[in-house]
């Protein structure tokens, strides 16, 4: 019933896009940028080695006692960060950076090349995600191991992903 329901909800939106941008010639970049929120991200370590960032996330999950989810991605030499899903012929969907719905405190390893308000290039582990203001309490526990850790915000697309 709950994947009826999403895909209702994800045809309304398409939907209702399509009806948008003829009527008032909307273009896909007005879609998009009325269907991304801002969310915060706490993020205690950057590389361009994927193993560095990992190795970062695994210590963290002792020191800090939060669970480490990759939200199903794993690194790919020659692809960067894919998923099972990817390749699947119904969907072969690309890398989805975390801030989709999945806000909260648990350790993750994102890609900076989702995000447009990130330098490109870099794994970066990310700690919590969501409201900045949730995130003041957990930046100070993460400074304790992590003395450049710190917040920053990007807008994350949440519309249509078929």
Request: glycine letters at 6%; one cysteine or more; charged letters at 30%.
């Amino acid at each position: 019933m709950k994947d009826i329901l999403v895909g209702l909800i994800c045809i309304l939106t398409c939907f209702t896009y399509h009806t948008n941008a003829q009527d008032s010639n909307s273009s896909v970049e007005d879609y998009i940028k009325e269907s991304s929120v801002k969310e915060s991200f706490l993020i205690i370590y950057a590389s361009k080695e994927y193993h560095n960032a990992l190795q970062v996330a695994k210590e963290a999950n002792t020191k800090l006692d939060l669970k480490i989810d990759l939200r199903g991605y794993y690194f790919d030499e020659k692809e960067g960060l894919v998923t099972d899903e990817m390749y699947d012929e119904e969907t072969n969907w690309p890398y989805i950076g975390r801030g989709r719905f999945d806000s909260g405190a648990y350790i993750s390893i994102e890609y900076t090349d989702f995000y447009n308000e990130f330098k490109d290039g870099f794994y970066v582990v990310m700690i919590a995600s969501g409201d900045r203001k949730n995130l003041i309490d957990p930046l100070k526990k993460a400074k304790q191991f992590y003395k450049d850790a710190y917040i920053k915000d990007a807008m994350v697309y949440v519309g249509c992903m078929h």
